[in-house]
């Protein structure tokens, strides 16, 4: 168990050739305001930009983002099969820029699993004990620890091609906690899974946690799992940290509009309005309809001195509330039965929107060309600055 602190951490992958660095800075230009996540400067491509965290013992951070974002780079760094380019990394308080990965005392599971294909379950699991020369009786008692509270324990005579995925994700899972390390690494470990799969192996892995006691960096492309999975989510794009929080606060309180799009799902709805500014009253106005924005936000909007003015306006779909007459007038253009309730894809004031019904709520049969209305909360209603992005209230 163990702290993890980054340090004003960087990566830059540095052109491999000068003829390389003169491509790449001729296309240099081709790049310029692109929305790409790739970053080029005179040392080479940059992966990871000035990542700044501190990571409590025991803490369970999830690194989220989109392909090519740079979190598993971050993890790659942390287990020391990638070189830091500038800033520092320390575990336990002590530096690891330069510490071998053999000596940092971590463990990873990789996304391929990465097992053994000639060693049985058992083997696989004690190999790193045995390269550490363990004691056979330790080595015993340790994979069958493992492997019980893995439920893994009638597959260890098995080689890998024997098994399921799930079965062999457990086994790499079980592989990494036997050696009992200060810090877990988990790289995108269920995206081979199917979705019944990745549902179960979620719940055992917060079981894990629970029973281990030690500090788990896990990252994934899959917001579910960072919501369900993070005591703090670290959402990352474009080598950059968009927003740290739990689960609840970057979803209730996004930092900017990739955040408020990246997070939840279906994804929030985002509209152009105005906010409308009186005395110390907020309000924003939308298609002709006006919502006094809460006090909270109020307050938050007062303390940034933020006057009216063109937003962009976000609320989530689960937010927006069906209305008899009056509110926002939308078109329904797909209907999506989704169980226990029915997703409404919308046209509503110039943009496509989402309206999630509950079928407790309503037993009205919506259907495609139908006008409806709708409405939504001042807590609900979130702005966001046109042209940066930022959420104003922030």
Request: with cysteine; aromatic share 8%.
């Amino acid at each position: 168990m163990a702290s993890v602190s980054f340090r004003n951490v960087k990566k830059i992958y540095s052109f491999s050739s000068v003829e390389e660095r003169q491509r790449m800075k001729r296309a240099r230009g081709d790049l310029t305001g692109r929305r790409g996540n790739l970053q080029v400067t005179d040392e080479g491509v940059v992966a990871v930009q000035a990542f700044n965290l501190e990571i409590a013992d025991k803490e369970f951070i999830v690194l989220v983002g989109p392909s090519g974002c740079g979190k598993s780079t971050t993890l790659r760094m942390v287990a020391g099969l990638e070189e830091i380019s500038d800033g520092e990394l320390y575990i336990d308080g002590k530096l690891m820029n330069y510490v071998d990965s053999k000596e940092r005392d971590i463990s990873m599971v990789f996304q391929n699993y990465a097992l053994f294909p000639h060693m049985t379950v058992y083997e696989n699991m004690a190999f790193p004990l045995t390269l550490r020369h363990e004691r056979r009786d330790v080595i015993d008692k340790k994979v069958r620890e493992a492997a019980q509270i893995l439920d893994i324990t009638d597959y260890l005579e098995r080689k890998p091609r024997a098994l399921s995925g799930g079965q062999r994700q457990r086994v790499a899972i079980g592989r990494a906690i036997v050696r009992a390390p200060k810090v877990m690494l988990m790289d995108e470990p269920l995206s081979n899974l199917d979705a019944k799969l990745r549902n179960e192996m979620r719940a055992e892995i917060i079981k894990l946690r629970k029973r281990i006691n030690t500090t788990f960096i896990y990252v994934t492309h899959d917001q579910t799992e960072a919501m369900t999975l993070g005591d703090r989510i670290v959402i990352m794009r474009d080598g950059y940290i968009q927003q740290i929080g739990t689960p609840q606060e970057v979803f209730n309180h996004p930092a900017n509009l990739f955040v408020a799009s990246f997070i939840g799902t279906p994804v929030m709805n985002f509209f152009d309005a105005q906010l409308i500014r009186d005395g110390d009253s907020y309000s924003v106005e939308l298609d002709g309809w006006r919502v006094p924005l809460s006090e909270s936000k109020k307050q938050r909007l007062l303390a940034n001195d933020i006057q009216g003015g063109p937003v962009t306006l976000g609320v989530r779909p689960e937010h927006t509330l069906l209305w008899q007459e009056g509110g926002i007038e939308a078109r329904v253009e797909v209907r999506e039965m989704m169980g226990s309730s029915v997703h409404l894809h919308v046209k509503a004031a110039g943009k496509d929107a989402i309206i999630v019904v509950q079928l407790f709520d309503s037993e009205e049969s919506y259907e495609s060309g139908d006008t409806i209305h709708f409405r939504f909360a001042g807590s609900s209603a979130h702005v966001f600055d046109r042209e940066t992005g930022r959420n104003l209230e922030y």
